[in-house]
Nanobody, 119 residues
């Protein structure tokens, strides 16, 4: 049974930083691309960042480019999202997701961790 467990969310002031982590189990982690998504109240879930199974080719939403960095550790079955220079509009529930190599869609999702950016 695949499980994805996010952690690291919280309340931070504008301009601050947070590091989200996602621990994966029940899958051969190195065969999955991993992504981060977010959903703000009243809005649809949106793509934030992704990284392929080897840790190369990171991709980012335009709104977070230059501020967020995705990384993974295949030895520890974890994927992280370093978020810097946070803005109030980054406030959302953040989810990690797994997509098997060349699959078209993400098949497994975590339950999310809340990030609130407010003074």
């Amino acid at each position: 049974q695949v499980q994805l467990m996010e952690s690291g969310g919280g309340l931070v002031q504008p301009g601050g930083s947070l590091r989200l982590s996602c621990a994966a189990s029940g899958l051969t982690f190195s065969r999955y691309s991993m992504g981060w998504f977010r959903q703000a109240p009243g809005k649809e879930r949106a793509f934030v960042a992704s990284i392929n199974w080897s840790g190369s080719n990171p991709d980012y939403a335009d709104s977070v480019k230059g501020r967020f960095t995705i990384s993974r550790d295949n030895a520890k079955n974890t994927v992280s999202l370093q978020m810097n220079t946070l803005k109030p509009e980054d406030t959302a529930n953040y989810f990690c997701a797994a997509r098997y190599r060349f699959a078209a869609q993400y098949s497994n999702w975590g339950q999310g961790t809340q990030v609130t950016v407010s003074s």
